[in-house]
């Protein structure tokens, strides 16, 4: 069970709209041209800030990027891969 809460807890610190924000800038992209190449609604990704993506956007948004999108969601900078 201690296994599943740290799962969890390490969800809820995904930065997953700050690492789009910070890709976007080092490509000089805005983060609405972005959402608009990759077919999403205007403000869907700062969204992201709060809630986690649906896969199909994460992937799309990953493809315009040009990166994969588990470095969108790379856990490893929050400490997650910590045992408790």
Excluded at 53 to 58: D, M, V
Aim: hydrophobic share 35%; proline share 4%; glycine share 4%.
């Amino acid at each position: 069970m201690q296994s599943l809460d740290l799962e969890v807890e390490c969800l809820a610190k995904y930065k997953t709209y700050d690492r789009i924000k910070d890709l976007c800038r080092e490509q000089g992209k805005t983060v609405r041209s972005l959402e608009e190449a990759a077919g999403l609604r205007p403000d869907s990704i700062k969204r992201w800030a709060d809630s986690r993506p649906i896969a199909n956007s994460l992937f799309a948004v990953a493809n315009v990027l040009g990166v994969p999108a588990e470095q969108l969601l790379d856990s490893e900078e929050e400490g997650c891969d910590e045992e408790a």
